[in-house]
């Protein structure tokens, strides 16, 4: 019998003719809810090292999931994760509020990453610190967000979590801007493939079928689908990388996708365009204007014509700009002469990856507004990013100088040929 099934049993009071009786029940009941929370508790301390926590902060799985190791000693909770590898200690209390619930019950900056506001995320990201303990299989404790209703495990992790964090992080800078080619699954045939490394989502598109989107976690070997994806007659749980870190494939290696990077590399370089006749076409500079009309309307500055895609600049993270969920992030900035009279930049997070079927093209995915560099105080300037993304994806043509050095490239819409723009090296 599992200790919520015995929890459970123990609450249901049995209808009685003396109030005695109902009392000596209610009793009862109270002392095996506090054996019940006694059994959870020495069963997180037990584990003299961490557990693993496979953490999917939103209800609709929005942004994948993510990988916690969390150690329980003491009432203490010690946390560390892929976005803050640094351990952090809190409070934690195992107790009863509609059933058994673990709680991290003081702040700690680890693990409460997604449960956050900001002036963005104005209701944060989801982000349960509050877990419904449901069951316990084996060695395995089965969990629920009590907000979010996602379904968790905590697993015991005998290897350093450090180490462990490093190898994770290795997996998602592979696949950070990766395109993957079309696989043949069973019965289903031939299956495009749309990987969103940002927000660990991948999409299965059968030929003539719907889209089927997978949230996934990154794991130290590739990654982990929330639950598994079945096409074709075919089960797939999670992919691994190849041992030359160039394919995807299911462990039995039965299903194979290339990995197609863009053939700029945006995640670490940052490049520019300029918003005017003959840089860009005339329908990107309509997406400009009515961008700068917008952000003219609000009296919060003037939308420069400079605008940069690509990582942040040093001179970004100099002033502090970081990634909404890590140090550094691929960004759509746009420079504004703000009303006080001083320049500001105003960035958009996004994912800008390969595609499979060629390697000349790059796509571009939407993700949120940066908070550091202030996007929901610039909001109005959104035609600029939701226009270029509408277009995608981008041809990309190199162009070199006299020397063989490329000067600049040229990026024209594989969906309208009257839509392009040239990037330019951006060097501080």
Excluded at 164 to 190: D, F, H
Excluded at 320 to 334: A, E, P, Q
Excluded at 376 to 388: D, K, R
Aim: proline fraction near 4%; charged fraction near 20%; charge should be negative.
């Amino acid at each position: 019998m599992s200790l919520l099934v015995g929890l459970a049993l123990t609450s249901s009071l049995m209808p009685s003719c003396s109030s005695a009786d109902k009392l000596s029940d209610i009793g009862e009941a109270s002392q095996r809810t506090r054996e019940v929370l006694r059994e959870y508790t020495d069963r997180l301390e037990g584990n003299k090292g961490y557990w693993l926590l496979t953490y999917w902060p939103d209800s609709r799985l929005r942004y994948g999931g993510y990988n916690f190791f969390v150690h329980f000693e003491g009432g203490k909770v010690t946390g560390l994760t892929e976005l803050h590898p640094t351990a952090v200690t809190s409070l934690y209390d195992v107790t009863t509020i509609d059933q058994p619930t673990l709680c991290f019950s003081t702040f700690n900056d680890a693990l409460l990453h997604f449960s956050k506001s900001s002036e963005y995320f104005r209701s944060a990201r989801g982000g349960d610190f509050e877990f419904l303990l449901k069951e316990i299989k084996g060695d395995t404790i089965l969990l629920e967000g009590r907000k979010q209703g996602t379904r968790m495990t905590l697993v015991p992790f005998a290897s350093d979590p450090a180490t462990e964090i490093t190898a994770i992080q290795r997996v998602s800078s592979l696949l950070r801007t990766a395109g993957l080619t079309s696989v043949t699954i069973g019965t289903a045939g031939s299956v495009g493939l749309r990987l969103h490394p940002g927000y660990r989502q991948l999409e299965f598109t059968p030929e003539g079928g719907t889209t089927v989107r997978a949230p996934f976690v990154y794991t130290s070997r590739g990654l982990r689908f929330y639950q598994p994806v079945t096409l074709g007659g075919v089960t797939l749980s999670e992919l691994v990388l190849s041992s030359d870190d160039t394919r995807l494939q299911s462990p039995d290696g039965s299903i194979q996708t290339t990995i197609v990077n863009p053939p700029l590399d945006f995640a670490t370089k940052t490049f520019v365009y300029y918003a005017e006749t003959g840089f860009v076409s005339p329908k990107m500079l309509q997406h400009f204007t009515r961008a700068k009309n917008a952000l003219t309307r609000t009296g919060r500055g003037t939308l420069q014509t400079t605008g940069y895609w690509g990582a942040f600049t040093a001179a970004d993270l100099g002033v502090n700009l970081r990634g909404n969920d890590s140090h550094n992030t691929m960004v759509m900035t746009s420079g504004i002469m703000t009303t006080q009279g001083y320049y500001n930049r105003a960035s958009y997070e996004v994912d800008f990856v390969g595609v499979g079927a060629d390697p000349t093209q790059v796509d571009i995915l939407l993700r949120d507004g940066n908070d550091s560099s202030g996007w929901y105080f610039y909001s109005a300037i959104m035609p600029i990013v939701e226009g270029p993304r509408s277009k995608a994806p981008y041809t990309i043509t190199a162009y070199t100088d006299d020397g063989g050095a490329t000067y600049y490239y040229y990026l024209q819409s594989t969906t309208d040929a009257d839509y392009w723009l040239y990037l330019y090296p951006y060097s501080a």
